[in-house]
């Protein structure tokens, strides 16, 4: 099929990249010209695994290509996604501006009919703003179809190449044979592929999104009960997660949840919810125990040490998870600011966000080059974001290179015993 995909962001490249992989002829649409410039020399913006040399190979074999001209994309293909930001408004709110102007421009290059899918994370509703949008703009036919993506990020390609379900929002059916079609090469293993009404669709995302959340942070809560008693969390998740009712997906503690869905999704669908009169009460709580979790190592910390001021820190893991480099509603950076302010010196090591780390704390923190390195002089490490480099490291010279042995692990990534019988003072969380 002939595709188009408007943005080259986060998702739109991997839309992009994945079904220019299964044969489609796709172009990429960016107004930004320096980007595209980039990414026709094979540089992608975004660290995801497996997705540049995704995008390589495609664009060497003369499947996929990028252009400024969103013209010149619609009028030669059949499907036309939209995939670009939705950012958080000053009230939770989903930002639309930019959805609804790409879809005032299909509208205006049109030349016949088309399939319009919003891809970006949208509010319930948003289909029928687009459909009345290109209506204004054009009098050919088209169809509107709500095709939520669910891609983790650092797995999002084979997320996208072995997906749990295809979610297909379409009232025409001409447009939803020519979607299941699409999708056929990724649901041969029997991925189920659901069509229904655009709403159900748009609401589907944020549903999931936010029970997830929800998962989280009632874990963090359990973590924080067993503390109180003695429990240890990772028992109580091991008995609650072997119930086929929960499973045990997660259901792992730490401090928050971050990145650019669960959060912005948890807002959204409280502040579409409240424009219905709906006060959604669950995930009010939801979020306020997240921001809570975030601040918990700061206080264990000063519960060890009392004042902080003067100590150095070092911080091992800036991204919101393994596999990434986006920073967007991390952890991290709570941690990081409040330490600042309370006086502690901190040494940061990531092996993917220190550019990104940069932009957001400027000179403020010492950036290491490797991770043995930030730990040089430290009062004591916190582990932030369990990559798997971290999991099992030369402990033997963690101790050597640290002013004192005391590790706050914010992801459960040892085990107690394992660090008492290393000489290490550790913290961890529920446990």
């Known amino acids: ?102 879809a005032r421009d299909v509208g205006k290059v049109m030349d016949g009919y088309r399939v319009i899918v919003n891809k970006s994370t949208v509010p319930v509703g948003t289909a029928e703003k687009v459909r009345a949008i290109i209506g204004r703009e054009t009098t050919h036919p088209f169809s509107v179809v709500s095709n939520p993506e669910f891609l983790k990020q650092g797995a999002a390609v084979e997320d996208f190449m072995k997906p749990d379900r295809v979610v297909i929002g379409a009232e025409d059916p001409r447009a939803a044979e020519l979607m299941v079609a699409l999708y056929q090469p990724f649901t041969r293993t029997g991925a189920p592929v659901m069509v229904m009404d655009c709403a159900s669709a748009e609401l589907a995302k944020y549903a999931a999104n936010a029970l997830l959340a929800t998962r989280i942070s009632f874990m963090n809560e359990i973590a924080n009960v067993c503390e109180l008693f003695g429990a240890d969390v990772d028992r109580v998740r091991q008995a609650v997660g072997s119930d086929r009712r929960i499973g045990p997906s997660f259901l792992f503690p730490g401090v928050g949840y971050g990145g650019s869905c669960f959060p912005k999704d948890v807002k959204a669908l409280m502040r579409f919810s409240a424009d219905k009169k709906y006060d959604f009460k669950v995930l009010k709580a939801v979020e306020s125990v997240n921001e809570l979790q975030k601040r918990l190592l700061v206080k264990k910390m000063e519960a060890h040490f009392g004042s902080l001021k003067g100590r150095t820190i070092a911080i091992w893991g800036l991204a919101f998870k393994p596999k990434t480099d986006d920073m967007r509603e991390a952890p991290a950076i709570p941690i990081v600011k409040t330490l600042l302010e309370k006086g502690a010196k901190v040494q940061v090591y990531d092996p993917e966000a220190h550019k990104v780390a940069q932009g957001i704390f ?60 290393h000489g290490f003072t550790y913290h961890s969380i529920g446990r």
């Open 1 to 102: 099929m002939k595709i188009a995909v408007v943005g080259t962001g986060y998702v739109g490249l991997v839309v992009g990249g994945c079904l220019a992989e299964t044969g489609n002829d796709v172009i990429c649409v960016d107004k930004d010209a320096a980007k595209v410039r980039m990414l026709r020399k094979g540089r992608i913006p975004i660290f995801e695994p497996g997705l540049a040399e995704l995008v390589r190979k495609n664009a060497e074999e003369d499947r996929l290509s990028f252009t400024t001209q969103l013209g010149r994309a619609v009028r030669a293909s059949q499907i036309v996604f939209i995939a670009v930001g939705t950012p958080q408004g000053e009230d939770g709110s989903a930002d639309l501006q930019h959805v609804l102007a790409v």
């Open 362 to 421: 400027g000179s403020k923190v010492t950036y290491a080059k490797e991770s043995y390195d930030a730990l040089k002089g430290a009062d004591a490490l916190a582990i932030v974001t369990e990559w798997q480099k971290f999991r099992e490291p030369d402990f033997a010279r963690m101790r050597k290179l640290m002013k004192s042995p005391v590790i706050f692990d914010g992801r459960n990534i040892y085990q107690p015993q394992q660090m008492k019988a």
